[in-house]
T-cell receptor
Framework: AQSVTQPDIHITVSEGASLELRCNYS??????LFWYVQSPGQGLQLLLK??????LVQGIKGFEAEFKRSQSSFNLRKPSVHWSDAAEYFC????????????FGSGTRLLVRP | GAVVSQHPSWVICKSGTSVKIECRSL??????MFWYRQFPKKSLMLMAT?????????EQGVEKDKFLINHASLTLSTLTVTSAHPEDSSFYIC?????????????FGEGSRLTVL
């Protein structure tokens, strides 16, 4: 079965600074990888996903993520953070032998300093 | 993108009563829907996979008699919390898959906050 780890519970960055949120997965092959964002009391919005192909994936709101097989990682990045990016970010993994149901990491809360 | 709607957005009920939460895919057909539970400041825990026309598949540790799931049509799945107790208070989120399992994107509802008094 697949699993996913987000080692950072919360991260604080200054507005305009760059951001990297870490995600590591455990699975025997290459899973499907996702990043979602959740604002307080809201549902989830998909930022980007990786199924195959180019390992650098572009998403919405200026986010990108890079799949690194050797490190079993799928870190989320943004070159310049905006105050509106403050939210909870979840990495998720899906795999064919579990009907591609998504298993979520514990989440990273992003705080943005003015 | 596709829209998934949950109703109600929030509900308060007395202990011992049952509560039904609906999950609808508004502009696509979803053969598979998933139900998640999220505790405060915690991640989403997958409760069950709901397949249209068949019984739901529950994750280990989830009581199927407590959390009844019905997926009667390609656009509607319901979660009924039976004989709710305060420990069932949580944020319940559904998601629906558009397309085939290995290509379809999951779309999430806005969530339903249940408070059991």
């Amino acid at each position: 079965a697949q699993s996913v780890t987000q080692p950072d519970i919360h991260i604080t960055v200054s507005e305009g600074a760059s951001l990297e949120l870490r995600c590591n997965y455990s699975y025997g092959a290459t899973p499907y990888l996702f990043w979602y964002v959740q604002s307080p009391g809201q549902g989830l919005q998909l930022l980007l996903k990786y199924f195959s192909g180019d390992t650098l994936v572009q998403g919405i709101k200026g986010f990108e993520a890079e799949f690194k097989r050797s490190q079993s990682s799928f870190n989320l990045r943004k070159p310049s953070v905006h105050w509106s990016d403050a939210a909870e970010y979840f990495c998720a993994v899906g795999a064919p032998d579990s009907s591609y149901k998504l298993i979520f990491g514990s989440g990273t809360r992003l705080l943005v300093r003015p | 993108g596709a829209v998934v709607s949950q109703h109600p957005s929030w509900v308060i009920c007395k202990s011992g009563t049952s509560v039904k939460i609906e999950c609808r895919s508004l502009d696509f057909q979803a053969t598979t829907m998933f139900w998640y539970r999220q505790f405060p400041k915690k991640s989403l825990m997958l409760m069950a996979t709901s397949n249209e026309g068949s019984k739901a598949t529950y994750e280990q540790g989830v009581e199927k008699d407590k959390f009844l799931i019905n997926h009667a049509s390609l656009t509607l799945s319901t979660l009924t919390v039976t004989s709710a107790h305060p420990e069932d208070s949580s944020f319940y989120i559904c998601s629906a898959r558009e397309g085939t399992p290995n290509t379809g994107e999951l779309f999430f509802g806005e969530g339903s906050r249940l408070t059991v008094l």
